[in-house]
């Protein structure tokens, strides 16, 4: 059920307040002043339940909602709470799902899942919604005693597309229910709402110019799909017709505001492989279908489904490793967070092996931070820790972040004899969790021309001051010997702001790598070049970090305070990952 995927990060969502398709309501309409008519409809028992169930109540809040909006599930708990709080004040809460392709169990099944203990009402063919010209889901509406609109908008300012606050700084639903309890006009009766549209029902339309099937699956299939299937990062399937129908109007958010699919560098500077991103005539085919009305189309014309390795982005492992006990994730984050935990995973293989990929997958989304796999190999004799650093990092996960995959010729090895040590560090979501994280590979076909290796650039000293917008940090290295870079990585943590690797050749040329201006925590990239570039011995590399510790950034834990390098999230790093191999190895590792 579609109701197993709610725990997900806020950060997948990629909506804004733009432009209405589908047959919405203008975002401009408003229903302030209006009195709302009765309206009957069925909640999660199948019993009617009408708006003058509630005649005696001085108020009453209904809050849209549906099952796959990651900000919708994070309010799920705080507006039982605030039942319960505003229940003894004769205010009455009322959760309506008005999306098109959420069922009537799909709805009981997500307020069982989320013990929500408010009515929560199926709304067919979004006639309430209408009724109330609600545009997204959580999105509130605050009826005074005769039943006319005195507020709607957000629950509040914590959750929204791209930023999750440590707390909110403004209650703008409770505020709005304290004025309207005490007769007074309220301060502000309209709010913005960040989140998903309401999937209303889209009339089928048998004419068009372009088709679901002829036009719209195929770019599914290229652009989207890796992401929006069964147990990836994707808050929605969009897999088949109904799927891309009912969400029509958010995809047209996201392609129209240029974040969906998620790509974060500077297409100015460097070629890689994984790029994401739709052409502008791919952009203009999909947003003709919807506008012309999600034409289905003839099934005849439609691609062979994807095939995808459930569950996996580098197909089918060869081999599966995971973490030999389960974890369990507290609800709350101690005072001093969790510390990272380290599980040693034996390999078991009686033979050197080469990876081409591999894909650290974690077994609960919501509360993994990241994965870093390392390969822990018998130590010779004499050999220091440090000095076998390059050839130990297998594989990361991080948010977003797509898998490890290798130029055909280049692999990573792991030896006879290694062990794998998971180090994970786990981030609580108010809800106690366990997890068991896995590791996919998949082996060479011919042994390598090279062997990968993977180097870090890292600044330990730095100290971002109180309030400071764009702080910088920087670290660099001077290349000992000619390599071919493969793969550029950027890490930071919630005040990341922009990231950059520049390399300056001993000619004195410079050359950006990569350039990241507008970093986001929750969608780490691993680039990777293409071709891999080759960088002769004496060439500097420098990356450059700036930090955004202001309140203006929303994702900021504290703006007040300053900030050093530390593993927990509301502390920070500055990471800059290479995978690279060297050029006088050309011809075998």
Known sequence: MRSAR?????????????????????ATSTILGQQIENFALPDTSGKLVSLTDFRDMKAVAVVFVGTECPVNNAYLQRLGEMAKEYGPKQVQFLAINSNSHDTAEDVAEHAREHQLTIPVLKDEGNRVADLFTAERTPEAFVLDEQRKVRYRGRIDNQYGVGFRRP????????????????????????????????????????????????????????????????????????????????????????????????????????????????????????????????AAGDQADAP???????????????????????????????????????????????????????????????????????????TAEGEKKKDRFEESVLAIYTPGDMPTIFPTGIAK??????????QMHYTPNGVQQTDRSSVGLVFSRKPPKQQARTHVLVNHDFEIPPGAANH??????????????????????????SFEYLAEMPNGERKILLSVPRYDFNWQTNYRLDPPLELPAGARIRCTA?????????????????????????????????????VDQAEGP
């Open 472 to 497: 910088e940090v920087t670290a660099e290295m001077t290349v000992p010997f000619a390599v071919r870079l493969v793969s550029l990585f950027p890490h930071m943590h919630l005040r990341g702001k």
């Open 304 to 378: 062979p489904p994807r095939n995808f390795a459930a569950g996996w982005r580098i197909g089918e492992p060869d081999v599966v490793l995971s973490m030999p006990t389960e974890f369990t994730v507290p609800a709350e984050t101690p005072e001093n967070g969790i510390p990272y935990q380290n599980f040693n995973v034996p390999t078991n293989f009686d033979e050197d092996v080469w990876v081409q990929a591999a894909e650290a997958r974690p077994g609960c989304r919501a509360v993994v931070h990241h994965i870093v796999v390392f390969v822990q190999r018998p």
């Open 413 to 422: 090895k792991i030896p006879q004899g290694s062990k794998l040590v998971f």
């Open 167 to 294: 707390q909110p700084t403004r209650q703008d639903l409770a505020l709005a229910l304290d004025e309207v309890l005490a007769g007074r006009s309220v301060t502000e009766p309209v709010t913005e709402v960040s989140s998903c549209r309401i999937a209303r029902v889209i009339a089928p339309q048998s004419q068009s110019s372009v088709t679901y099937a002829r036009h719209v699956a195929p770019l599914l299939q290229r652009h989207c799909q890796e992401c929006h299937r069964p147990s990836q990062i994707g808050p929605m399937d969009l897999l088949t017709y109904e799927d891309a129908k009912a969400w029509s109007a958010t995809i047209r958010e996201a392609v129209v505001e240029r974040r969906m699919p998620p790509w974060h560098a500077d297409a100015r500077y460097g070629k890689f492989a994984n790029a994401r991103g739709m052409s502008e005539e791919e952009i203009k085919t999909l947003l003709a279908w919807i506008d012309e009305g999600c």
């Open 546 to 582: 700036h930090f955004d510790n202001s309140s203006g950034n929303f994702n900021n834990p504290d703006p007040s305070v300053p900030v050093r390098w530390g593993e927990q999230t509301w502390e920070e790093m500055m990471i800059g990952f290479i995978d690279y191999v060297r």
């Open 6 to 26: 709610l725990l997900l990060s806020l950060a997948v969502l990629t909506l804004s307040a733009a432009t209405s398709a589908g047959g919405e309501p203008s």
